[in-house]
């Protein structure tokens, strides 16, 4: 079997096999309605391999490194300039990628579905790529429920005389289950990882499509739950017992580099071709490994070093003292008189994430600067200044890893429930917390919780936006547990401003030094209708049975 980097590989030289296929050629319009007879292709669709190569072509829709910079959109990250969903001055789009491209990757998928059912020989292959397919429809699905909730359903190809060409908005609760659905078929028929053969990495295994299905579940059950509507605790006990299934799953585990463990969560995101080597990542999109055997690749340290993506004051905030308290609750906390002095004693993420002196920059130990820059920060997560120099990077982007799993099951155990168990919380978050060694930050406990005056929910939230931070999650997290309102309205500060480290003209700060980026003035939330995502106008006008959403 051709390895998945061999396809990629290829895909990235030509649009031999797009073009093929015929897929990729279809309008964005209508839900993406080119002819599905149009890939009728007689030379084609004859063997499972067929179906693999046309699977192959669905990766190029994973997201990339620029996934991430959603985060700017919430709380704990700011870009080079405002943006619009932040500062509430979006309007309904004519056009949307988010919308128009999750629909083509639909019709791929169904596509391949159909044309599953006239191609013999080995059955294991054909179900592998039915499995593959669905994945990416599930994906599809969840990437537009997310923002736009009730979304047409389509199932099944059609051309544009189809009633489905103007379909009506399925209920979100239909569309989920349809997801699921999916998904566990994708479980079924795509193989375990350890089966995996090393050639195939980056392809779906069962256990990214449970991981996968543990986050649809949550995010599904959490919402219904604090908007009060559908049924939660089916939805939580569906990400409970997906979550659970990967964690019982001996391939998986969190990464610990060999050679500096107390460091291993920076050196996550510092790998390359470590491949199938690596225990955490359970889906990755493929770079390729160095300049003369690429794939594609990013430019992610010219990036954060132009600051497309930078810590906030309020991720800063977030990271705890290795005693496990919160700024204003620790012993540990100290007045912070220069630039360093904010990172000691703290949870060592903060400090690997986030460049300080004791990081490498470029060519040097890192100096706090306002190049580009607007919150005096920049991120340390995924720099390189070997990627800086060539730019070019080709580190695996960790779509989904093995951490989000546990911090799935902790989250949606404790809103099931109202409560966590020490057990739970050993087998999840503090797992998470002992990456870095033992004694870097405290363990979490139900007595230790109680006895400090710290709210349970509070802290497993806390533990996500940490270890997740800047990987696109945040936003989304605000938006299902109905913060948003609360969060995204507040002005967003950055660094304690100390003239002696770094120069920045007239700078606007707050009483104790802290600079303002963004005035609370300027930025805005409606909850009437920033829940959800305008539907573009085009499509309104192109189906008289699409209704827009509230508010738009």
């Not at 669905?134 to 736009?148: C, G, N, P």
């Amino acid at each position: 079997m051709i390895a998945l980097y061999t396809f990629l590989k290829r895909a990235a030289l030509s649009a031999l096999l797009l073009s093929a296929l015929t897929i990729g050629m279809g309008c964005n319009k209508k839900l993406d309605l080119s002819p599905e007879t149009a890939l009728s292709d007689a030379s084609f669709w004859k063997t499972p391999a067929d179906l693999l190569s046309a699977c192959t072509t669905l990766y190029n829709s994973l997201p990339g490194m620029a996934a991430n910079y959603q985060d700017n959109y919430s709380d704990i990250s700011f870009g080079a300039a405002a943006n619009t969903v932040s500062d509430g001055s979006r309007i309904a789009p004519a056009t949307a990628a988010e919308w128009a491209d999750n629909y083509t990757l639909i019709r791929r998928s169904n596509t391949i579905l159909e044309k599953s059912a006239g191609v013999k020989g080995d059955e294991v292959l054909i179900k592998k790529a039915k499995g593959e397919a669905s994945f990416f429809r599930a994906w599809a699905y969840f990437e537009l429920v997310k923002r736009y909730g009730d979304v047409p359903l389509i199932l099944r190809t059609f051309d544009i005389q189809d009633t489905l060409a103007t379909a009506h908005r399925t209920p979100r609760a239909q569309v989920i289950k349809a997801i699921y659905s999916d998904l566990d078929f994708a479980a079924a028929n795509c193989p375990d990882a350890a089966a995996q053969p090393a050639a195939e990495y980056g392809r779906i295994t069962a256990g990214a499509a449970l991981a996968f299905k543990s986050r649809v579940a949550l995010f599904e059950g959490t919402r219904e739950k604090f908007f009060n509507y559908g049924t939660p605790t089916s939805d939580l006990t569906i990400a409970i017992d997906a979550a659970g299934k990967v964690m019982a799953n001996a391939r998986y585990g969190l990464y610990q580099n060999a050679s500096k463990p107390d460091s291993s969560y920076f050196y996550l995101f510092q790998l390359t071709a470590d491949g199938a080597a690596n225990k955490e990542n359970i889906l990755v999109r493929l770079y390729g490994q160095d300049m003369t055997n690429s794939i594609s690749y990013t430019n992610v340290s010219r990036d954060l070093e132009q600051a497309l993506i930078s810590p906030t004051r309020t991720m800063l905030d977030l990271y705890l003292y290795k005693d496990g308290l919160p700024i204003g609750k620790s012993l540990l906390q100290q007045e912070q008189t220069n630039t360093t002095s904010e990172f000691a004693n703290r949870d060592p993420r903060a400090g690997i994430t986030v460049f300080n002196r004791s990081l490498w920059y470029i060519s040097g130990r890192y100096v706090p600067n306002f190049d580009f820059t607007k919150t005096g920060y920049k991120l340390a997560k995924w720099f390189k200044g070997t990627d800086w120099n060539n730019k070019r990077s080709f580190t695996d982007f960790a779509i989904i890893r093995y951490a989000e799993v546990l911090l799935n099951y902790a989250e949606a155990r404790y809103e099931l429930n109202g409560s966590i168990t020490d057990d739970d919380l050993n087998l999840t978050i503090n797992r998470i917390r002992a990456r870095n060694g033992a004694g870097a930050i405290a363990p979490l406990t139900n007595v230790f919780v109680n006895s400090n005056g710290l709210n349970m929910r509070d802290e497993i939230r806390r533990e996500r936006s940490v270890e997740l931070a800047f990987e696109g999650f945040r936003y989304w997290d605000l938006l299902r547990w109905k913060t948003a309102e609360v969060q995204l309205p507040a002005q967003v500060l950055g660094i304690k401003y100390f003239p002696a480290e770094m120069k920045i003209t007239s700078p606007s700060l707050t009483t104790d030094g802290y600079l303002i980026t963004q005035p609370a003035a300027k930025r805005a939330f409606n909850p009437a209708k920033d829940y959800l995502w305008p539907i573009p106008t085009s499509e309104l006008g192109y189906n008289p049975n699409m209704v827009q959403n509230p508010g738009w």
